[in-house]
């Protein structure tokens, strides 16, 4: 596991945006609060870049931990379900996640879109941008909900489920109700959990993201 915190799509994105200047879109108007808007666009996607290796490092040493209890203890084996001293962090982590993929979306709509208001043809092009992360979007905005106002998702205390091979998983429900988690648990399923769940986020943010600079930057 390294050291090395360098985020180089946050690095990318930035040589793209801010350090080129002043975009190219839209044609009319003041396009310094663009420029400050695809900026903090751009960070946002840098702190959800660096969320998830953090949730990528709290995977592997809630995993580190869960096989070093194996060793002495025998009678772990074929357990379904654990909460380890690091169990906890695998969560925290996970809405760090969350919150910055909530905050692309927050800073596009309360910052951008203000920006461009009064270019309707540049509000056209944008609009299927944002309708491809929309899935993911409305998904973290839900989850940022619960996990600022509510409870940690998936519930308070969670652990990890384990597979038959050992693997620690952890479980995520949609949100169908933010105010009743034992309703959001019957949306469980064996494929969303926090890495899943991260992976989706990201995919999603970083075309968002490219897809902006493409067009505020041809």
């Known amino acids: 596991m390294t050291d090395d915190l360098y985020l180089p799509m946050r690095s990318a994105w930035m040589h793209q945006s801010i350090f080129r200047g002043i975009p190219s879109e839209p044609k009319t108007g003041d396009r310094g609060p663009v420029w400050d808007a695809i900026g903090e666009i751009a960070d946002a996607a840098g702190g959800l870049e660096y969320s998830r290796a ?16 194996l060793k002495g ?18 969560y925290y982590e996970f809405c760090s996640v969350v919150a910055w ?6 800073r596009y709509e309360d910052r ?39 409870y940690t998702p998936p519930y308070p205390a969670a652990g990890a489920k384990v597979t038959v091979e050992g693997i620690l998983v ?32 990201w995919s999603a943010a970083t075309r968002f993201v490219d897809d902006l600079l493409d067009v505020l930057y041809p």
């Open 73 to 90: 203890r025998p009678d772990l084996w074929g357990v379904q379900s654990w909460g380890g001293v690091n169990t906890p962090a695998v």
């Open 112 to 150: 951008l879109l203000p920006a461009i208001e009064h270019d309707g043809p540049l509000r056209q092009r944008l609009r299927p941008i944002r309708q491809r992360a929309s899935r993911e979007f409305e998904d973290a905005r839900l989850l940022a909900q619960v996990g600022l106002h509510k």
């Open 170 to 201: 952890y479980p995520v429900p949609r949100i169908t109700d933010p105010d009743d988690f034992r309703e959001n648990l019957r949306t469980l399923s064996d494929d969303r959990h926090v890495a899943s769940i991260a992976a989706g986020f």
């Open 54 to 69: 953090q949730l990528g490092r709290a995977i592997v040493i809630a995993q580190e931990e869960f096989n070093g209890a």
């Open 101 to 106: 993929t909530r905050a692309v979306r927050s």
